[in-house]
């Protein structure tokens, strides 16, 4: 077995079958983990050089786009998203097309708990690990841990609101893909909002239809236990006649 270790922190557990450091073939950046070897082990490498000898440049293999994740990887993370679920796979691939990269190191705050941007950005983490902290008065607590291939600060796409927590990196290096509201709205020719009033009204909709039902029943059930209750027969006069 190895172990992953980022920050000092022990972060994985690899066994045999799995594999590790396909970023090093795709990226020239130093590593975002140390990997540590358990017990005695035997692995195959292969360098970025005899890769491309043996099956050709990596950039024409594995298409990217010019913020240098795969598109396709990009779309099935945000496909899997409720907020984006009113919008189509082609306004999603220009959400994709017009999102930077952005790169930074351990200990560097994303963004801040309480920020708030005019333009504030939705990001996802494409290596390096972060964690999620929330922040009461003085003291600092981490709530969530994020890894590659989670997305986050979705709510400033729909929200002005500060930032209820922030996110800092705790791997050596961390990258993220990020779009800002305009870019995004630019993307998909509009505003969120306007896309998702259709699916909210429908929500809306349903929502009262239930509720009258359930009244409806309630008041039918209601005038059926009346109806059914035995009336209590009025005692007769025992009066005795004087």
Known sequence: NDEIIAASKHVATLRAGDFFGESSIL?????AATVVAAERLYLMSVS???FEDTLGWIEVLI???RCG???EHLLTIMRRMHLFSTLSSQQLRRVIDEMEEQQFSEGE???LAGEMAADASFYVLTSGLATVVSIDGAEEKSIAELKPADAFGERALLLSERRPSGVRVISRRARVKAICRSAFEKAIGGKLTDFMKPKVTFVKQASAASTKSRQMVSRSSSRSTMQSSPRRASKPNRTAAH
Do not use: F, G, M
Request: aromatic share 12%; glycine share 0%; charged share 55%.
């Open 69 to 71: 994740l795969d598109a």
């Open 63 to 65: 298409p990217r786009n």
């Open 109 to 111: 705050w994303i963004y």
């Open 48 to 50: 970025k050089k005899e």
């Open 27 to 31: 990226e020239r950046e130093p590593r």
